[in-house]
């Protein structure tokens, strides 16, 4: 059984910063590439920003250069430090890990229940 939890949602305003976490835990063998997503009111989930166990990151457009994706691999536990927050970065996040279990012994994706964040003054 594998949890994904997150942390660190909250309300901030404009050109705050948020540092949100997300740890995996449970019965896991592996974990390789995990990512944070959001959903935004009227839109699809889209993917902010990965990273894979070799350190690789990839990161959406409009969060480039704002957002930076960190993960601790002995931990497995991923980070995502958000600074000069706009409006529209106002989203529920969601963490994703592709990972091994060891009841499956073969990759699967794990999502986390999601955190609201809120930018507004």
């Known amino acids: 059984q594998v949890h994904l939890v997150e942390s660190g949602g909250g309300l901030v305003l404009p050109g705050g910063s948020l540092r949100l976490s997300c740890a995996a835990s449970?019965?896991?063998?592996?974990?390789?590439?995990m990512g944070w997503y959001r959903q935004a009111p009227g839109k699809e989930r889209e993917l902010v920003a990965a990273?894979?166990?070799?350190?690789?990151?990839n990161y959406a457009d409009p969060v480039k250069g704002r957002f930076t994706i960190s993960r601790d691999n002995a931990k497995n536990t991923m980070y995502l430090q958000m600074n000069s927050l706009k409006a529209e970065d106002t989203a529920v996040y969601y963490c994703k890990a592709r990972l091994i279990s060891t009841g499956s012994m073969t990759f699967l994706d794990y999502w986390g229940q999601g955190t609201q964040v809120t930018v507004s003054s």
């Open positions: 990273i894979t166990s070799g350190g690789s990151t």
């Open positions: 449970g019965s896991i063998f592996s974990v390789t590439a």
